[in-house]
């Protein structure tokens, strides 16, 4: 069974900045969707970027002009650069693949 591994996830002050990646070598990634959804504390899952097998991209309102999806199919890799961070940006970021493929997601704490 394919997996997603994410990482790059941390501690960082507001204004900060965080690169997540998302390995998963061994699979189809340069043929499927890929996406980062995040989970905060209290409230539900929500898609904050993706990324089509033809880099077509969407960004959710609100991280655009500060998150950048991009991917790398020659090493399996998905990443989101997070940029001028701020403290509602805290929560567990997961990576997903396709329909069915999740991570087991990475914590993002953005605190002073």
């Known amino acids: 069974q394919p997996q997603l591994a994410e990482s790059g996830g941390g501690l960082v002050q507001p204004g900060g900045s965080l690169r997540l990646s998302c390995a998963a070598p061994?699979?189809?990634?340069?043929?499927?969707?890929m996406a980062w959804y995040r989970q905060a504390p209290g409230k539900e899952r929500e898609s904050v970027a993706t990324i089509t097998s033809s880099g077509s991209i969407i960004y959710a309102d609100t991280v655009k002009g500060r998150f950048t999806i991009s991917r790398d199919n020659a090493k399996r890799t998905v990443f989101l650069q997070m940029n001028s961070l701020k403290p509602e940006d805290t929560a567990v970021y997961y990576c997903?693949?396709?329909?069915?493929?999740w991570g087991q997601g990475t914590q993002v704490t953005v605190s002073s």
């Open positions: 061994g699979t189809i990634i340069p043929l499927m969707t």
């Open positions: 997903k693949g396709g329909s069915l493929l």
